[in-house]
């Protein structure tokens, strides 16, 4: 599987990494943007992601259907698993199907897949049940796609570590 | 001391990697499990793993007493040290006590043991103090136990990082 | 910049690294301490990092100004910047003029300063929108120090693991 994970907490320039691997490969490259703008906050992130990138990049959005927007042979920057998993808990969707069928398209996919995802499971158990359940699937996704990635790699503070 | 400890996240596959690594050994091998099923919810997750082990294993209880419990030549996988924790302060014992006697028993071991810890300092400050101390106390048994053990690994996504 | 700065979670034994790094250097040192004795608990933790240095450490407070505790060509321990920056978000400075010039400062110096921060983006994003706030801005701060740094380690349970 020609895909690597990218993990990080928050604001640790996991994305900024993940974009500089999509970016060693020849353009176009595409960006699967998976967050939705539901208030101020979001829409100031987004914005701010969106200042960063330049020239060459084709922007998709994909809050729900990750395989469809991996079609083709352009590199592929995912950004990110977490908030795609927020929408499939929020929206009430299968998980377990959701993340199979994720997983057979990156298997079919020759060019570079870049997953960014943010390590949420480090910190003490959150009291809410909904944040307890959402840090466990994101924990069961990570090893999924960890498990076949060529590459895992754990970033802080800009600096990446090699998992795998 | 011929011990191994496993810290990671939530879900970050720290059990299984451990699990992997007792399994090196020649069975048999003791599982001693320290989490007590106080609700559906811990009940489901204790299934969760006693599903994922196969034959070889003896399976023992020890919510206190984790001593006991490293008796003999068997390689042990201890699961783990946060619930271990957790069941002292919820009982008010003295975990510097309970500490020292742990290290004892490891120091006098010559069979493996694997020990694993959940990381839960690595988000913000919890509001609640019992969390703040619990925090405290696991980062400190954490830095005792590691710095007897023989190694000392970090997983994240089912990927497991040297750091001793 | 003949920086070295060193992440980790809480009581991960970071403070202690960072010490070690410094004390590798000829004597005296200087401690740079931000944190400001608010409570009880906050005081405990100062008495507690205290007792364990000993002689060779001039200790230098600086809640806010840490660009004037950096003067001459002693080695230096900034301990730490989390307590720095929630002193600087409490009292509504401007954070990204005190990184410039903080960052200018480092810029200057020719002997070694290590500079300690909390790594507090691994868990579940806080429901506080002060917290949401706080841990972007350490992350950006760290990224920042991390950039110009010679070296930046991931100390858990008191064993470093270069970054960079």
Redesign the interface.
Known sequence: MNSI?V???????KSCHAESLVMAEPAPWRYVATGRAWDD?MRARIAFHRARRGEGWEAVEAPFDLVSSLHGSQPVLVDCLTLWLTNLILDERNIEEATESLLDALRQRSALTVLV?N???????????L??R???E???L??K???EARR?L?V??????E??
């Open positions: 994970l993990l990080g907490g928050a604001r640790s320039g906050e995802g390590e949420v499971g480090l910190g003490i158990v959150p009291e809410n049940a944040a307890r959402f840090r466990d994101a924990g069961l990570h090893q796609i960890a498990r895992v754990f802080a503070a800009g600096c990446a570590l998992m795998k």
